[in-house]
């Protein structure tokens, strides 16, 4: 079966700090990898995705990295805001030609100002 | 920016009682799922569902649950015989395609409370 968790349950940093979420996953035939971002009372909000023919892909102030060799994924967030505060998901997408996601267990991001 | 929007934000029934969950997807969106999150787990798939029919559904969608598309913006959960073990929080979600590129739009969720 497939696997995917965090690194860490709780990740607190000082505003304007970085910020790194970290991810490892078991499944090698998974081709589509995502970070979801989950406010209190919320659904889950798409922030960024990376297939595996990349390794880095960048957003606004969201780098994510995929190493496939040691099935690892990491969130990078530049000058961390005190909105940035949140659970997030490290997913990852089956092959089943459809959109099943397999979720991680998620890392709270906890940001003082 | 469009929303995927659910009703009703929460609700509570006895266990046995029949519950629907209502989903409105974005409109423009084709592709339209049901996940689950029970209190501190891990957010679950349930169900996909394209051109009016289920395309995947995992183990825990049994003869219990089902899916329907009564009109062209209603996307409903329906739970026959809820059980306490039901309780969860279930999240709504469209695409407008599937594949990259076209990432999952959650709703905020219903918050089902059995009895």
């Known amino acids: 079966g497939e696997s995917v968790g965090l690194h860490l349950p709780t990740l607190s940093v000082q505003e304007g700090d970085n910020s790194i979420i970290n991810c490892a996953y078991s499944?090698?035939?998974?081709?589509?990898f995502i970070w979801y971002k989950q406010e209190s009372g919320k659904g889950p909000q798409f922030i960024i995705d990376?297939?595996?023919?990349?390794d880095k892909r960048q957003g606004q102030r969201v780098t994510v990295l995929l190493n496939k060799t040691v099935k690892h994924l990491s969130l990078q967030i530049a000058a961390t805001q005190p909105g940035d505060s949140a659970v997030y998901f490290c997913?990852?997408?089956?092959?089943?030609?459809?959109?099943?996601?397999?979720f991680g267990t998620g890392t709270r991001l906890l940001v003082s100002p | 920016e469009p929303e995927v929007t659910q009703t009703p934000s929460h609700q509570v029934t006895q266990m046995g009682q029949e519950v629907i969950l209502r989903c409105v997807p974005i409109s423009n969106h084709l592709y339209f799922y049901w996940y689950r999150q029970i209190l501190g787990q891990k957010v679950e798939f349930l169900v996909s569902?394209?051109?009016?029919?289920?395309?995947?559904k995992s183990e825990i969608f049994d003869d219990q649950f089902s899916v329907e598309r009564p009109d062209g913006s209603n996307f409903t959960l329906k739970i026959r015989s809820t059980k306490l073990e039901d309780s969860a929080m279930y999240f709504c979600a469209s695409s407008a395609r599937t594949g990259n590129n076209s990432p999952l739009h959650f709703g905020n969720g219903t918050r089902l409370t059995v009895t």
């Open positions: 569902f394209y051109n009016n029919e289920i395309s995947e």
């Open positions: 499944n090698s035939a998974s081709d589509y």
């Open positions: 990376i297939r595996s023919n990349m």
């Open positions: 997913v990852i997408r089956m092959n089943t030609g459809f959109q099943k996601l397999v």
